[in-house]
């Protein structure tokens, strides 16, 4: 299957529920960020998300504990989400995490919603990108960060004029990162 966009993967989650599985690379973390954010508001009602999230680092888990946070049923809800981060570092040798993520990706369970997310600048594992829906998440165009500028102040309660987004854009640059930190200093002002 191909990779989605970003934007063709928010199209697809106002029109349908999301897939079981999602694997998240590119070199734009941000942007990985902002996918983890519309999966997670699709996927799990905020006032039961303490209960049905969780957030981990492949390297902090094993075959067991990644078997338990898949298979543990939603608490009063109709799904869960597990978001498992630093895939890229299973890499293609033989681990028993390994092992048992492709076990389940064959067979995801229908109430867990799996974001699997790579390292930027990581090429995303084959096997799991075959298994998942993939979704690409290169840096943006130079032409398309104003853009992105722009509604990214928005979703912090700022309007900036054109102007303004252009002086920013050219006294910080195309870092989506730098650009978001100066947006929430801004922000808070």
């Known amino acids: ?6 934007d063709a993967l928010l199209r697809n989650l106002k029109k349908a529920a999301p897939d079981p599985v999602y694997l998240l690379h590119g070199d ?3 942007l990985k960020d902002e996918a983890v954010r519309a999966l997670l508001d699709a996927a799990v009602d905020p006032a039961a998300r303490d209960f049905n999230l969780d957030s981990r680092f492949a390297a902090d888990l094993d075959a067991e504990a ?3 946070l898949v298979n543990t049923p939603p608490m009063l809800a109709e799904r869960r989400a597990v978001v498992l981060r630093g895939v890229d570092q299973l890499g293609k040798r033989k681990s028993k995490l390994r092992d048992e ?3 389940y990706l064959d067979a995801p369970n229908p109430t867990t919603v799996l974001v699997l997310v790579t390292g930027a600048g990581e090429e995303p594992d084959a096997d799991l990108a075959r298994r998942a829906t993939p979704v690409a998440l290169p840096a943006l165009e130079p032409e398309r960060v104003p853009r992105w500028v722009s509604h990214h102040a928005a979703k912090l309660a700022l309007t900036l004029a054109p102007d303004a987004v252009e002086l920013l854009v050219s006294a910080v640059g195309n870092d989506l990162s730098a650009l978001a930190r100066e947006l929430e200093k801004l922000a808070s002002l």
């Open 1 to 6: 299957m191909a990779a989605l966009t970003l």
């Open 101 to 103: 993520l492709v076990r």
């Open 28 to 30: 734009e973390d941000v």
């Open 66 to 68: 990644f078997h338990a």
